[in-house]
C-alpha cells in the first residue's frame, strides 16, 4: 500500500462524502478507492469512515486522522515549492488562536493583506478569552496576554500593553470623576474573570513594591473582554483594559480615560508555539507577519 496515496483518496472522500464522487473527481475506479481506503484502516487499526446507502461520514477517530492528514499533505505539497519563491506556492492549513480583543482591534483590520498576498493559504482562527492548549488542540500558534506559563512551548515577546482605567462619559456624569483610587470605594468597577465565581481583588494600581489592590464597589463580573468593554461603554462601571483594545473608543469619546497616575502595571503580548524542529513556511511567513502588526499597533 502507498501510505500517503491512500491517505489522499481518503481525504478526498472524505471532503466529497462519497466514494463515488471521489472517484469521479479522480479519474479512478470507484472500487480502487473504496479498497485503498480499507486497506488504510486496516493499517491504522480503526475505523475511519461511517459507511451508508446514502452517504459516507468520518467516525470521531477518522476527524481527528482527516485534521492531520490534510495538513501532512499541505506540508507535503508545500515541501515540493519549497525553493520557489512566488507567494502563490505557499499553500496549505493554518491554525491560530488568540484573544478576542487582539484578533478584533489589532489583527483582523490587516488581515486582508496577508491572505491577499499569500492566496494559497487557509487560515483557521480561533479567537477566545480561555487559553488553548495548542499541542492537544493542534494550532501552530498562539497570541497570549501575560506571563507565559507553558513550558512545552517557546515564547516570543511581542512587546507590552499599557492598562489603562477608563469609563463612559455617561457614567462619569452620573457619578463623577474620581480623583484617587480611595475614590472608588463608592464607584461600581466592572471586573473580568475567565472563572466563574472568582472575583478580582479589586481595582490594581502599580507601585514600587509591586502590586497594590484598591477596594472598590460595582456588581458585575464578566467572563469575556468584549462583555467587559460592552459593559463599560454603556455605562455600567469603570474597567482596566489595554490601550490599544479601546483606542478608537477614547478617539471618538466614547470612552474616557481616568485616573491617568494610577494606571495597572503593562501586560506581557507574546506569540507562543510547540517545540518542533522546524515550523512549515507558511507559519514562519505568518508569525513574521503577526509580529510585524502588533509591534507596530501596540501601545
Known amino acids: 500500500m502507498d501510505k500517503i496515496h491512500a491517505m489522499q483518496l481518503f481525504v478526498r472522500v472524505a471532503e466529497l462524502e462519497s466514494f463515488t464522487r471521489a472517484a469521479n473527481v479522480l479519474g479512478l475506479p470507484k472500487g480502487s478507492v473504496s479498497r ?6 486496516n493499517h491504522l487499526g480503526i475505523r475511519l469512515l461511517e459507511r451508508t446507502t446514502r452517504r459516507v461520514r468520518l467516525t470521531h477517530d477518522g476527524m481527528i486522522y482527516y485534521e492531520r492528514a490534510r495538513d501532512l499533505l499541505s506540508n507535503l505539497n508545500e515541501l515540493d ?7 502563490a506556492s505557499i499553500s496549505g492549513r493554518l491554525r491560530i488562536d488568540m484573544p478576542v480583543g487582539v484578533a478584533k482591534y489589532l489583527v483582523l483590520p490587516r488581515l486582508p493583506t496577508f491572505l491577499q498576498q499569500y492566496p494559497g493559504v487557509e487560515l483557521e482562527l480561533s479567537s477566545s478569552d480561555r487559553q488553548v492548549d495548542p499541542l492537544r488542540e493542534g494550532y501552530d500558534c498562539v497570541v497570549r496576554i501575560g506571563t507565559p506559563t507553558d513550558t512545552g512551548l517557546i515564547a516570543r515577546p511581542l ?8 469609563a463612559s462619559p455617561g457614567y462619569l456624569a452620573r457619578f463623577g470623576h474620581p480623583k484617587t483610587p480611595d475614590d472608588l470605594a ?33 456588581m458585575l463580573t464578566v467572563n469575556n473582554s468584549e462583555t467587559w468593554r460592552a459593559a463599560c461603554l454603556a455605562g455600567l462601571g469603570i474597567i482596566q483594559t489595554p490601550r490599544a483594545l479601546v483606542r478608537e ?7 474616557i480615560e481616568i485616573l491617568p497616575g494610577d494606571r495597572a502595571a503593562p501586560v506581557l503580548l507574546s506569540l507562543l508555539w510547540p517545540h518542533r524542529r522546524s515550523l512549515s513556511r507558511r507559519v514562519n511567513l505568518f508569525m513574521e507577519w503577526l509580529t510585524g502588526v502588533i509591534k507596530r499597533d501596540i501601545a
Not at 36 to 41: A, D, G, M, N
Not at 249 to 255: I, M, N, S, V, Y
Open 81 to 87: 515549492g519549497l525553493f520557489q519563491h512566488d507567494p
Open 186 to 218: 463608592s464607584h461600581a468597577v466592572v471586573h473580568y474573570s475567565l472563572h466563574p465565581g472568582a472575583r478580582p481583588p479589586g481595582f490594581a494600581v502599580a507601585d514600587t513594591d509591586g502590586v497594590r489592590w484598591v477596594k472598590t464597589g460595582g
Open 159 to 166: 512587546g507590552t500593553l499599557t492598562v489603562i482605567n477608563c
Open 249 to 255: 473608543a477614547l478617539r471618538d469619546g466614547r470612552l
Open 36 to 41: 485503498q481506503v480499507q486497506l488504510l484502516e
